[in-house]
């Protein structure tokens, strides 16, 4: 038999729509995680600048750093220094404690093994 003759005896075939439904499917679970663990996932509002440097002698420079935090957590700020040919010549982390929400600057010194050129904010990340 032909599939015409078949097509007039039991109809057209239908076609298979299950694929597309599946992929339609997936494809919202995705998204619906997605935005949940979005949503779920915020980390606490904070943002930090530098805002300048000083290099006060020749073992001693000092960063001024602008951080502001919207709920007054205490935060660590990895800092560091480096000399004319890139190499970093002192280095630390600074711990400012948790106070008012807002904008706080602050003025932090790195000790250095020989004169400094600059002074560079690594990051900054909320305390505990």
């Not at 000092?62 to 990895?78: Q, Y």
């Not at 982390?93 to 904008?103: D, K, N, R």
Request: a negative charge; one cysteine or more; hydrophobic letters at 40%.
């Amino acid at each position: 038999m032909t599939n015409d003759v078949l097509e007039r005896r039991y109809g057209a075939t239908r076609t298979r729509r299950w694929p597309v439904i599946t992929a339609a499917s997936v494809l919202g679970v995705v998204a619906l995680a997605w935005v949940t663990w979005v949503a779920l996932d915020q980390d606490r509002p904070l943002s930090y600048q530098l805002s300048g440097y000083d290099v006060v002698s020749d073992t001693q420079t000092v960063l001024t750093i602008e951080l502001n935090r919207d709920d007054g957590h205490a935060v660590e700020c990895e800092i560091y220094a480096q000399a004319d040919d890139h190499s970093i010549v002192g280095e630390r982390t600074v711990s400012v404690p948790a106070g008012e929400s807002g904008t706080v600057r602050v003025d932090e010194p790195i000790k250095t093994e020989r004169r400094a050129v600059n002074g560079v904010l690594r990051t900054c990340r909320l305390a505990g």
